[in-house]
């Protein structure tokens, strides 16, 4: 089966590809600005379907219970979308905007691939722990527990890493047992309406386990955070969604698992080698065009050494200009939209207001006329207090500042509502160590070290979540647990 544009504008919901009842919204190539096709606009309606079908599978079927069936629907699933990844590869990079090496990876393989880590997750995961005898009230008993699925789940993902995040939720949840219902961005449909299609063309999964809802209506993730036969909303997204959903979903008080935002600090010590700390600071910054939330988005470098920083991270900047994200050689694509792309540039213009200086970029390629390109930038003279350094920009945009030693660099860490990941460059261990003990974030990688993998819990501190994503303890985030006691 060809996965061609116009096979992803349907619905997926009892295991039938269904249209949308509101009709199709238009899907754009950020590369280019144009429209390359439609993907189907659900209604409400649609997504009560999609709720009651999770919710009839999860309540009348085997599905939670047969965790080796679980694991071969899910060994099939990734086999099934392996086989058509240079299909997958290709529109996603149109879709998303997404240069081609990443589909190696977090935008399209690696995702994929991890579902054999969950599919393995479900079946040596140990279901039932014996915890022996006590005498509760003197009475002899005999105590179990059991991990059971938590139930439906609501997944509502951004645009940014679709596939990643996407598959980061479907893997555990339905390695766990749940059913999901999942809700894809607006701007990245395809990534998700693809995979239904593989999901009830290819596959063995019983109908409504898995239900995959498009649209460009927000409130269908409202719909999912307040509906009382959801049990629990997997958000990936903003702060501020990430706070809504946690509000709509007390009223019936489902479980919410948050991944939220980040202003990450790359931290420089004074006894790192500058030039590849700020090549790496670089690097990551433009990487699918700073669109990440783990990005380090603030490059905290020795004071002394501030200018060798702020001219060695403008050299690096000059030699990853914005690319076709079709090219393989190609590390900072496009913007998802016009609208990020005004959101960047507002930023950009807020610096300047706070009295920063641009040392690069700062404004749109002269060599790429249409595509929501913008030049990576590097801004100098503001301290951490300035809004730039505080709020998340989710653009190729790096904030450098200055810090007085070890003790202020972690200091400078902390001070953002965010906690979500870092990188320290250093030489001595003890004072690696430090700092990684004292920056409160859900990762940190230590010179140029990557945590990314199916078996690393992600997550944030403070405001940019609560759990975890991948790795055991995302997996027990779809289960409940029972404590079963008999008399001995
Ligand atoms: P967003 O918060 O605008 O939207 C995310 C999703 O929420 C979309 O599917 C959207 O339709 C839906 N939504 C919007 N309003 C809603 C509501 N009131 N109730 C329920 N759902 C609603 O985020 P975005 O702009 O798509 O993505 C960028 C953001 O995502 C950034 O802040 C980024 O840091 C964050 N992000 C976090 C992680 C992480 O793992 N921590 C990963 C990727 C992106």
Redesign the pocket.
């Known amino acids: 089966m060809p996965l061609r544009p116009e096979t992803a504008s349907d619905l997926l919901i009892d295991g039938k590809l269904t249209p949308g009842s509101g009709g199709v919204f238009d899907v754009v190539n950020p590369a280019t600005e144009e429209v390359i096709g439609q993907a189907a606009e659900a209604t409400a309606a649609d997504m009560d379907a999609a709720i009651a079908a999770a919710r009839t599978a999860f309540d009348t079927t085997e599905w939670s219970r047969d965790h080796a069936f679980r694991a071969r629907c899910l060994r099939q699933l990734r086999d099934a979308l392996l086989a058509h990844a240079d299909e997958f590869r290709e529109l996603t990079i149109a879709e998303v905007g997404c240069p081609s090496f990443l589909t190696h990876g977090p935008q399209f393989e690696g995702p994929v691939t991890d579902l054999g880590y969950f599919a393995d997750l479900a079946e040596s995961y140990e279901w039932s722990r014996d915890l022996g005898e006590a005498r509760p009230m003197g009475i002899k008993n005999h105590r179990e527990l059991r991990s059971e699925a938590v139930g439906v789940v609501g997944a ?6 679709p596939h990643q ?1 996407n598959f980061a939720k479907i893997g555990p949840a339905l390695a766990a047992g749940c059913t999901v219902v999942l ?5 990245t449909p395809w990534c998700a309406a693809l995979v239904g299609k593989v999901v009830a063309e290819e596959t063995d999964l019983p109908p409504g386990v898995l239900n995959i809802v498009t649209s460009t209506d ?5 719909q ?2 307040t509906d009382p036969r959801v049990d629990l909303v997997s ?8 706070k ?2 946690m509000a ?1 979903a007390s009223e019936s008080l489902k479980k919410v698992f948050l ?4 202003k990450s600090a790359f931290i420089v010590l004074d006894d790192a080698d500058v030039g590849s700390a700020c090549a790496m600071a670089a690097f990551n910054v433009v990487t699918h065009a700073g ?4 990005i380090t988005t603030r490059l905290v470098v020795p004071r002394p050494r501030l200018d060798e920083a702020i001219t060695g991270t403008r050299d690096a900047l000059a030699g990853l200009p914005p690319g076709d994200p079709t090219s393989s050689g190609t590390i900072c694509g496009p913007l998802i939209s016009e609208r ?1 792309r005004q959101r960047v540039e507002s930023y950009i213009e807020l610096a300047k207001q706070e009295g920063g200086t641009i040392e690069i970029g700062g404004g749109r390629p002269a060599d790429k006329p249409n595509g929501f390109f913008v030049e990576p930038t590097l801004i100098s003279g503001l301290d951490n207090s300035a809004r730039v350094a505080q709020e ?1 920009i ?1 653009g190729p945009v790096l904030v450098i500042i200055a810090h007085d030693g070890d003790d202020d660099a972690i200091r400078i860490a902390n001070d953002s509502p965010y906690g ?1 990941s870092g990188m320290v460059y250093g030489t001595d261990e003890d004072r690696i160590n430090k700092v990684v003990n004292g920056v409160r974030t859900g990762t940190m990688g230590v010179n140029g070290g990557i945590w990314y993998s199916a078996d690393v819990p ?3 501190y403070k405001q ?2 609560i759990g975890r ?1 991948m790795g055991v303890a995302g997996f027990e985030e779809y289960l409940e647990t029972k404590a079963v006691a008999r008399p001995a």
Do not use: M, Y
């Not at 509502?156 to 890493?161: A, R, Y």
């Not at 809700?183 to 701007?187: E, G, I, R």
């Not at 958000?235 to 990430?242: L, M, V």
């Not at 991944?259 to 980040?262: T, V």
């Open positions: 509502i993902t951004p645009w940014n890493f995040i809700k894809p961005a607006p701007d927000h409130r269908l993730g409202e999912l955070s958000f990936t997204g903003s702060t501020a969604t990430g809504k959903v709509a991944e939220l935002g980040g669109q990440g939330c783990a990020q998340e989710f979500l992600f997550g944030g940019s979540g994503e």
